[in-house]
């Protein structure tokens, strides 16, 4: 990576888009973490299928909820992607908003435990 200079003291955020076929991220990332802001501009996850590429075959059941602790853990900002029911990886089944259940549920689940934090 690279390290950038703030010599104007605008201030400088990094962004990242982790997804499990993106190998290593953690190791690209927590060094960053502890020098500079960092924020989540992607991260999901979904069902390998038949015909998708094999890097892509994880489990998703272990791995969004490991990846949401590493968020959490790390104090980051994030967006999920995608709200939209068929740009993968996706939140939602449908415009009924039924989340998904290999990382819309996980999703839900991390900002509801967010929003109570919040509240009490």
């Known amino acids: 990576g690279y390290a950038l200079k703030d010599t104007k003291g605008n201030g400088i955020m990094y962004s990242t ?3 499990p076929w993106k190998k290593d991220w953690d ?3 927590t ?3 502890a020098k500079h802001p960092v924020f989540v501009g992607e991260v999901g996850t979904k069902p390998w299928k038949q015909g998708d590429p094999p890097h892509e075959n994880v489990y998703t059941e272990t791995w969004a909820p490991e ?7 790390h104090q980051l900002n994030w967006t999920a992607w995608s709200f939209h029911p068929g ?10 908003y039924q989340p998904t259940s290999y990382w819309g549920i996980f999703v839900k689940e991390a900002l509801a435990k ?6 009490k």
């Open 87 to 96: 740009a993968n990886p996706c939140l939602i089944t449908g415009w009924d």
């Open 114 to 119: 967010a929003a109570n934090k919040k509240n």
């Open 17 to 19: 888009h982790i997804y």
């Open 27 to 29: 190791t690209h990332v």
């Open 67 to 73: 990846v949401i602790s590493y968020i959490n853990k």
């Open 31 to 33: 060094p960053v973490t």
